[in-house]
């Protein structure tokens, strides 16, 4: 059974980082795609980050490009979200997803890709 488990969020004052983390169990490491999403009040679930089985490829959203970094541990257990310089627009709670890939580069920037969701955790950024 797979099981997608998300942590890591919390308030942060502008300019801080947060690191997520998220555990996938149930799949292979090898056919696991996996990304971060996140969804503010009143707004719709936006793609934040994504990232290749083999973590050769990744997707970010332009208004995260050069502040979060998305990675996965040597064993492929553990998805990681590094965020920098936050901002107040980063409110949002943050969802980790996980879906069978598609090919060994294929990454996915959409919700409708993804079919494994965790509870989501969230990250606050006061203004």
């Known amino acids: 059974q797979v099981r997608v488990v998300e942590s890591g969020g919390g308030s942060v004052q502008a300019g801080g980082s947060l690191r997520l983390s998220c555990v996938a169990s149930?799949?292979?490491?090898?056919?696991?795609?996996m990304g971060w999403f996140r969804q503010a009040p009143g707004k719709e679930r936006e793609g934040v980050a994504a990232?290749?089985?083999?973590?050769?490829?990744?997707y970010y959203a332009d208004s995260v490009k050069g502040r979060f970094t998305i990675s996965q541990d040597n064993a492929k257990t553990t998805l990681y979200l590094q965020m920098k310089r936050l901002k107040p627009e980063d409110t949002a709670v943050y969802y980790c997803?996980?879906?069978?890939?598609?090919?060994?580069?294929?990454?996915?920037?959409?919700?409708?890709?993804?079919?494994?969701w965790g509870k989501g955790t969230p990250v606050t950024v006061p203004s």
């Open positions: 997803a996980a879906t069978i890939c598609r090919s060994r580069w294929w990454v996915g920037s959409l919700a409708a890709e993804y079919n494994e």
């Open positions: 149930g799949y292979t490491s090898s056919s696991r795609c």
């Open positions: 990232i290749s089985s083999g973590g050769g490829n990744t």
